[in-house]
């Protein structure tokens, strides 16, 4: 099979290798792809999100399955134009996407459908949201544009004036263009998070291994919110009993949900949640992989990931074999100094073969470029550092000790990645 995977993060050089194990797959293309990327498939020029770039090459090139693996793609529907030109896909429609593009659909349809969320209220008024952040009186609180923002559209306000502030630069400033047309104010949720992705055929659910990411960019969870510095997995505090409950009451009445309102998920359904007191909450759901999730979690499927893909667009997933490895893995995200603010690209990463590799880890490319056979920064998060181990501590140990191989001008990478995993497997 040919086989074209969109995209150009870590989580696509991720699915790419995944992908290039299985028997089926003769040749693989990324649109765009990225320096490393390059070393695994055929990188073609374009952007994600040009669909009729993406439907031309994949019908020129008889393309015989197509991943599409970023938000907004999928969001604006290109899943939608390539199966009306026949062509198979992994991934939502545009109808379905819509849980990770609007906050306001997902948390009607929670809502609605009695799945545990976040106490809210959703406005297309600043004035109005203001009035209701002052009668609720509660902090911290949350705020959320509505639409996509690159993981940056949601703000915890400490205090009254932080909140107004935060309406007003959403929904009147625009921070986050006409994704802050509309808001979600919604109640503070206290516990440990967890990402769990499934995959999905609409009508059975098959959750991965679990993961947790680390969204702050420095240490200890502190500065700013960033797309994920790294990723451990399993998630400790993910107990098969937590995992049986999310079943019962998050999982499958979201896909069930999604069917009833003539919506049919296909693809990676992202659930984000929060372990609190009361149990297991949904904090947010994507419509696909995450990044850097996916640089743990499909390192350890050992299954045929193209055939698992291919049971969601056939909706044969229920008959579908799904194993994994009972090992742990880590992924230490190798940054641009100032990321995810302002940082300069170019720099030369020193450490790597040409292969874009270095011993001891699998390097996932996130923003590299190849320049006269050497690689290039280019990009804010710059290289997935990923090892497993029996252990979730030996997996780490050994994806830190292979950045150390690794260097460019202001690298930052935390250094705490996995410490609240393995404080809770040693209570
Ligand atoms: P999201 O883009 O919805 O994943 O939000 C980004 C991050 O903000 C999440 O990973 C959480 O750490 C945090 N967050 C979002 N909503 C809440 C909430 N209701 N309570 C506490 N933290 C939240
Ligand atoms: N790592 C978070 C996300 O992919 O949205």
Request: charged share 25%; proline share 4%; hydrophobic share 40%.
């Amino acid at each position: 099979m040919k086989i074209l995977v969109v995209g150009s993060g870590g989580r696509e050089h991720a699915i790419i290798r995944a992908l290039k194990k299985s028997p089926q797959a003769d040749t693989i293309y990324a649109l765009p792809g990225n320096g490393g990327i390059a070393a695994d498939a055929i990188c073609v020029e374009g952007k994600a999100t040009d669909i009729d770039r993406v439907v031309a090459f994949s019908k020129e090139e008889k393309i015989d399955f197509v991943v599409v693996a970023p938000d907004n793609p999928l969001v604006l529907g290109m899943v939608d134009a390539l199966n009306a030109e026949g062509i198979p896909t992994f991934g939502p429609r545009a109808n379905a996407a819509i849980l990770e593009g609007s906050k306001v659909f997902s948390k009607n349809l929670m809502k609605k459908y009695g799945i545990p969320t976040a106490r809210y209220e959703t406005f297309e008024d600043a004035q109005a949201a203001i009035d209701y952040i002052k009668a609720t009186g509660e902090y911290p609180v949350v705020i959320k544009a509505d639409g996509l923002a690159l993981g940056k559209g949601v703000i915890i306000a400490q205090s009254f004036a932080e909140a107004a502030e935060a309406v007003k630069s959403i929904m009147e400033d625009k921070a986050f263009g006409a994704s802050g047309n509309s808001i979600v104010v919604e109640q503070f949720l206290e516990g440990v998070e967890v990402s769990v992705l499934a995959f999905t055929d609409s009508k059975t659910v098959r959750p991965m291994v679990s993961s947790m990411d680390h969204k702050r960019a420095n240490d200890n969870d502190e500065g700013l919110n960033t797309g994920g510095m790294g990723t451990i997995a399993p998630n400790p505090y993910y107990t098969s009993a937590i995992a049986q409950e999310c079943m019962e009451k998050i999982f499958l009445p979201t896909i069930r949900a999604m069917g009833e309102e003539g919506r049919p998920f296909k693809g990676c359904l992202y659930f984000g949640l929060m372990l609190t007191k009361n149990g297991p909450y949904v904090i947010e759901y994507n419509c696909r992989f995450g990044d850097p999730e996916t640089q743990v979690v499909l390192p350890l499927l050992e299954s045929d990931l193209l055939e698992i893909m291919l049971s969601t667009y056939h909706e044969t997933l229920a008959e579908t074999e799904i194993n994994w490895s009972d090992k742990s893995a880590a992924c230490v995200i190798v940054a641009s100094g100032g990321y995810p603010v302002e940082y300069k690209t170019g720099y030369l990463i020193e450490g790597l073969d040409a292969q874009g590799q270095c011993k001891g880890a699998t390097l996932y490319h996130a923003g590299t470029r190849q320049q006269d056979g050497k690689y290039l920064t280019a990009g804010g998060r710059v290289i997935g550092v990923t090892c497993t181990g029996d252990s979730l501590k030996m997996a780490l140990d050994s994806a830190y000790s292979a950045v150390k191989n690794i260097s460019f001008t202001d690298m930052h990478c935390r250094t705490d990645i996995g410490k609240k995993a393995l404080d809770a497997l040693e209570k």
